[in-house]
Each structure stands twice: as structure tokens, then as C-alpha cells.
């Protein structure tokens, strides 16, 4: 039986107007590819031979419980993005920068800042392909069994209506406003989560405002678990895979103490080393940021390297990055193009165009792309 032809009722006019959006969509994305893929694949040719690329992820998931922030990188995407990489360079780990093993051509050092239960899955991927990876895991998360605090806060913001949000920080009040769109929310949240860092028991305050306002947590927290201890035990246990550590609350403020500073990475290396039944050598900076003090009180609690957040390419071994400022570049969801502009140096640069573009068309403000924290 042959189905009759559907024939949309659209005017002519709207369904060609479609088709030119959709066109000129597809001749963007070929053009900023090409932008972006012809500097990557000079620099790649010219600088990364023998220099280390290193890149990290923090979240791989199928559907991501915080749309707004573009650290959440779909599995498809995420996959695509290791096929190319695993054809263009060899991927190696810090323990064969630690025992002074020879570098091959192309090294890549690939990494992840979190504490997603998703992360054993793809270590078991990535480790029956024959690929070396480093999972730095924040302990606060595992040790509580739920998501870190500052995620519960952005899922909480994320479903409140415009207005003002009022709390109580150390005695003092301090209130942030609330615009009730998703890019605002984000923003108000972040400000709330700076001040929140000098608390005792942020996920108190959490708790609080998510029954205040009725926000539910049980759905978010069943689609974003931390591993288990079990898990990490077992992710340790797996060929060509590392654990190291992300600090155990993730603070990021900078008038951190030396003696808070050092409980930090003290504590999550004792978690790890108990649940891995290894020492743990490898440390990443919250958020990236390296105090001058921080090396020292590394290297003192027994770690061997530490890895920022600086975007560039480095070689093995030479000071000021080795072995306690190794740079990374941080990945967002994106094609692959996106992360090729990055390790060329191109993206601001397109960016930068992208925003002018966008206010001389009467679109200003910031783009949902670029949230993140």
C-alpha cells in the first residue's frame, strides 16, 4: 500500500526561509570547522610532536542534569572526540612522566576532574582500548554517597522563578537576585556559591533552600551519583588507569589557610590510598587556581605532580609546569572541531567574533554556550 505524500501547509515563503536558516547553519558549522581544524593541524604538525598536549573531561553522561553548564559532555560526543584523538596521538599516563620512561611522538595525557559514578564506565572503555587516562576525584562527594554541594546548588537555582534569594552566611545576611532565566540563575548561583565556600556544611544550606523553595532533590540525585568506594577500588584496579586526587571538598577561594589547605589534600589522599590500596601521587587543583604555597605542601604530603588548568601545550620534565603546574586544556561539550580550535589557540579569537556578530544581529548578552563554572 503506498502512503500518500504529507504536504506541509506552511507558506512557501516560511518553509524556504527554513531551509536558508538550515543552509546557512550547516555553511557556519563548515566554516568554523575549517577555521578551527587548519591552526590545530599546523600547531599539532609543528609544536606536538614532542611537547605533551594534555586535555580533561569532568562529566561523560547520556543526558546531563545541568543543560546550562557545558562541562557535561555527552557519551556520542565524547567518543567522537577520543576516536580522533586516539588516531592523531599516543596516550600515556603520569606514572610514565614519574618513572622517566621514554616519550613517544604525539603524547597526549588525558584526564577527568569529578567523582561520577559514569567514570567507571568509561575507564573500562578506554582501558580495553589500550588508552591511559588519569581520574582526579574529589573524596567529599564519595564519602556523603551524594553529588557535591555546589551541583545540588546550581540544580536548586536552576528551577526558581525571578526574585530574591535571602540566606544567612557566618551571622550576616547576604541575599542574591534572581532573574528566572536559566543563563541568570546561573549566575546568581555562582555568586552564592563563592560566599559558600567558607562554610562548615554548605549541603546544609543546600537542603534548606531546596525545601524553602520545593525543589525536589531525588531526581538529580539519582542521575548524577558520585562512585562508590567499591567503584573506585575497582577503577584503580584497571590496566593503564590512575586515580589521583581532585582535594577532598573542592574549595576554590584563595585566602585558603595552611593548615585548612593542607587538611585538603591530606584527607583526600588518606581516603584514596585506603580505597584504592595504592598511593595516590597525583593532585589537580580546584578549579585550577595554584597558590605559590601549594607545591610545597604537595610535594611534603607525598604527592608527585599536580595539574592546573592553563591551556597550553608543555615539554616533559621543564620547569616552572613540571611536576607541579602541568597544563591542561578543559574540554566542553562541542564537536571536536571546538576542541581542535582550543589546542590551536583560535577559539577566542572566533569567540570573540561570534559575540560581535551576535550584537550587531540585537542579541547581546551572554550565550547559553558560554556558562559554566
Not at 134 to 154: A, D, K, N
Not at 189 to 214: C, F, I, N, Q
Not at 237 to 257: C, F, K, N, Q, Y
Not at 349 to 358: A, G, I, K, N, P
Request: glycine share 8%; proline share 8%; aromatic share 10%.
Amino acid at each position: 500500500m503506498v502512503m500518500p505524500c504529507r504536504v506541509s501547509k506552511k507558506p512557501r515563503a516560511v518553509q524556504e526561509n527554513a531551509l536558508r536558516i538550515s543552509g546557512d547553519a550547516v555553511s557556519r558549522s563548515l566554516a568554523a570547522g575549517a577555521c578551527y581544524l587548519g591552526p590545530y593541524s599546523l600547531k599539532r604538525r609543528l609544536l606536538a610532536r614532542k611537547r605533551l598536549t594534555s586535555i580533561f573531561y569532568h562529566d561523560v553522561v547520556s543526558v546531563s542534569p545541568l543543560p546550562e553548564i557545558p562541562l557535561f559532555i555527552d557519551r556520542e560526543t565524547f567518543w567522537q572526540h577520543i576516536d580522533r584523538l586516539a588516531g592523531q596521538y599516543t596516550f600515556i599516563g603520569l606514572g610514565d612522566l614519574v618513572s622517566r620512561s621514554a616519550i613517544p611522538r604525539y603524547p597526549l595525557f588525558l584526564s577527568f576532574d569529578g567523582y561520577s559514578r559514569e567514570y567507571l564506565a568509561v575507564a573500562e572503555a578506554l582501558s580495553a582500548r589500550g588508552l591511559k587516562a588519569t581520574f582526579y576525584l574529589i573524596t567529599e562527594p564519595i564519602q556523603r554517597e551524594r553529588p557535591h554541594w555546589v551541583q545540588r546548588l546550581y540544580y536548586v537555582f536552576r528551577h526558581l522563578k525571578a526574585g530574591r534569594v535571602a540566606v544567612e552566611l557566618g551571622g550576616n545576611p547576604f541575599s542574591v537576585e534572581v532573574s528566572g532565566t536559566p543563563s541568570g540563575n546561573m549566575e546568581a548561583s555562582r555568586t552564592l556559591h563563592a560566599h559558600m565556600d567558607s562554610l562548615a556544611d554548605p549541603y546544609a544550606m543546600v537542603e534548606e533552600l531546596a525545601k524553602r523553595y520545593g525543589v525536589s532533590m531525588e531526581k538529580f540525585d539519582v542521575a548524577y551519583p558520585p562512585l562508590t568506594v567499591e567503584e573506585v577500588a575497582r577503577l584503580a584496579a584497571l590496566p593503564g588507569i590512575e586515580v589521583g586526587s581532585h582535594s577532598h571538598r573542592h574549595i576554590t577561594r584563595p585566602d585558603l589557610d595552611d593548615a585548612s589547605a593542607r587538611e585538603e589534600i591530606e584527607v583526600s589522599k588518606g581516603l584514596l590510598d585506603k580505597w584504592t590500596g595504592k598511593p595516590v601521587a597525583h593532585y589537580a587543583y580546584p578549579s585550577g587556581r595554584v597558590p605559590d604555597r601549594m607545591p610545597r605542601l604537595l610535594e611534603q604530603a607525598g604527592y608527585q605532580t599536580a595539574a592546573t588548568t592553563v591551556a597550553k601545550l608543555h615539554r616533559p620534565y621543564v620547569p616552572p609546569e613540571w611536576p607541579y603546574r602541568i597544563p591542561r586544556y578543559c574540554v566542553h561539550n562541542g564537536p571536536f572541531y571546538r576542541l581542535a580550535g582550543q589546542i590551536a589557540g583560535v577559539h577566542k579569537v572566533m569567540e570573540v567574533l561570534s559575540r560581535l556578530r551576535h550584537r550587531k544581529g540585537g542579541m547581546h548578552g551572554r550565550q547559553p554556550e558560554d556558562a559554566g563554572y
